[in-house]
């Protein structure tokens, strides 16, 4: 429309103009002498225009202000396109956290009814390996409020486990690769480069041992995402070797000798259903899972050290973060599988190599090498003890508190009690009498000591076919544990201790008494002397263990 607009306004310029200049030549003609008129440039300019050539320029106008416009607007939009991307990118890489990248279960194992069920174990692990993980920080934030480790940040959120890496920063810079200019995108690339994804990727894979699946295990493979960090290969296998398939059959068999011949047909089953190995795998979620959250929380922990830690203070610092975990493997053996024992060990001769003079991992050496015993052989058994008593003896030389050596000095008289050696049961004995003699049973806050005495006495009087004096000693001071624990971390230990398994009679009853009267004096914990005692004496009469 507009170019016939201006075909239309050239015509009839073109028209006007021949016929203004064929008057001008008529009306010459009649006049003498010719007069030749000067215009200047801005006279020329000046002259009044016609309607059309008016028309025309205010539509040149309109026309270079809307493109005006419309380079504006563009620019403006550019300029706000690249604030949002610019500002997404200072996000993603501001808020880049460690990830937790949990592979999916590949099956090693050989069992092919196994591969249905990967999916789902999977998803059971990653579940449950949050619930460790959230156990192991609560742990965490007691001890680090307790113990030591201040200096320590935890982590406001745990990792979420997951299957695929967090990748939105790469594919943002990949996608601006293909918009931008060639000499910009060295610069992006170098984004990719400069803030990778970090964190911890985990490798998991079902093993078997023996042509019957006779024992089951997961290994997992752990390493750093960018490859900073050791890696680590672990298998958790089963710790009792299921009953073969071909005697499962055979005994199954032989109860069904009546069955008719279509009957035993059915019982034609694949080999790995015997027992379900999904269901074995998936008890083994257990142990493997609380080892995982272990070695993840210890790995974040050693990565944190404080840089101003140098010298003998990142190796101090570096043993408490070995001891902590070695007690958790500790107390990890008896519910979760006997191999924390060794698990624990090696985090306590590790707490041991950076720091030689602390006394603590001693200690817990000594315990998880008294504890490891009792289920032993024989011959192991007294092994296990006497390293054990080394190991309290190295602790007493290191310690200088009194309180923690009249501590030590239990544990170390449970081990000699332990090895049923008649010289060392007597050591220990007068050990034991001494220790009472120069201390106020009533005024000692410690539970563990108190509980550590109670220990002694329920072993003694197991070992003395029921001593009932040793009994009444055993269950007194087990009573004033349980007061002294405010956290009341002993005791659900205590429920389950095979060391007061003959003196816990009525344990619920116990702990009914306890709690009531807990409720009716909420500062009983504190008491001391008298005052104590008078409130132990109603328990004991509630419980008739007096």
């Known amino acids: ?72 607007l563009a620019k403006v939009l550019i300029i706000l396109l690249s604030l949002i991307v610019i500002h997404r990118i200072v996000v993603l890489i501001i808020s880049r956290s460690s990830q937790l990248i949990i592979d999916n279960f590949t099956n090693a194992s050989g069992a092919e009814g196994v591969e249905f069920v990967l999916p789902g174990l999977s998803q059971l692990g990653r579940e449950r390996l949050v619930r460790e993980m959230k156990g192991v ?3 965490l934030k007691e001890h680090i409020g307790n113990s030591g480790l201040r200096t320590y940040r935890r982590p406001d959120k745990l990792p979420l486990p997951q299957a695929t890496p967090d990748e939105r920063l790469s594919n943002l810079v990949a996608s601006l690769n293909d918009f931008t200019p060639d000499k910009i995108d060295p610069l992006l690339n170098l984004l990719r480069i400069v803030f990778p994804p970090y964190g911890t990727k985990v490798t998991s894979i079902l ?23 050791t890696s680590r290969l672990y298998t958790i296998w089963e710790e009792t070797t299921t009953e073969s398939v071909t005697d499962t059959v055979i005994k199954t068999l032989s109860q069904k000798v009546s069955q008719t011949a279509d009957e035993e047909e059915e019982m034609d089953l694949p080999f790995e259903t015997y027992p379900e190995l999904k269901d074995r795998f998936r008890g083994l979620l257990k142990p493997a899972t609380r080892w995982l959250a272990l070695e993840l929380s210890r790995r974040e922990m050693l990565a944190n050290v404080p840089w101003y830690y140098l010298g003998n203070w990142c190796k ?25 024992y060794q698990l624990a060990i090696e985090d306590l001769e590790a707490a041991i190599e950076f720091d030689p003079n602390w006394y603590q991992p001693y200690e817990n050496l000594g315990d998880t090498y008294s504890t490891k015993g009792r289920d032993v052989g024989e011959t192991r058994r007294v092994n296990l003890q006497r390293q054990a008593i080394l190991q309290y003896e190295k602790a007493l030389v290191r310690c200088e508190d009194d309180t923690v050596r009249r501590r030590i000095k239990v544990g170390k008289a449970m081990a000699q009690l332990l090895t049923k050696d008649e010289t060392l049961v007597k050591e220990a004995q007068t050990e034991i009498e001494q220790l009472e003699k120069q201390w106020n049973a009533e005024s000692d806050l410690s539970s563990r000591f108190l509980y550590n005495l109670a220990s002694w006495y329920a072993i003694f009087t197991a070992q003395n076919n029921g001593d009932e004096e040793t009994k009444r000693k055993a269950r007194r001071y087990l009573v004033y544990a349980l007061i002294r624990d405010g956290d009341r971390n002993l005791w659900d230990w205590a429920s389950k201790d095979p060391d007061f398994q003959g003196v816990r009679e009525r344990f619920a009853d116990l702990r009914f008494a306890l709690m009531k009267k807990l409720n009716e004096v909420d500062k009983l914990p504190e008491f001391t002397g008298k005052r104590f005692m008078n409130h132990i004496e109603e328990i004991l009469k509630e419980m008739n263990w007096k």
Request: charged share 20%.
């Open 207 to 229: 093993q078997s041992q023996g042509e019957d699946y006779n024992k089951l295990g997961i290994t997992f493979e752990v390493c750093d995402i960018q490859g900073r960090g």
């Open 137 to 139: 920080h609560q742990r």
């Open 316 to 340: 101090r610092y570096q043993s408490q973060i070995h001891n902590f975990f070695g007690v958790i493997n500790y107390a990890s053996a008896p519910t979760h599988g006997n191999f924390f």
């Open 1 to 72: 429309m507009k170019k016939r607009l201006i075909l239309v306004s050239t015509f009839v310029a073109i028209s006007f103009g021949s016929g203004y200049s064929e008057a001008l030549i008529s009306s010459s003609r009649r006049t003498e002498k010719p007069i030749v008129v000067a215009v200047s440039d801005s006279e020329q300019l000046n002259e009044p225009k016609s309607d059309v050539e008016t028309v025309l320029a205010n539509l040149n106008r309109v026309d270079e202000s809307f493109n005006r416009i419309v380079f504006f």
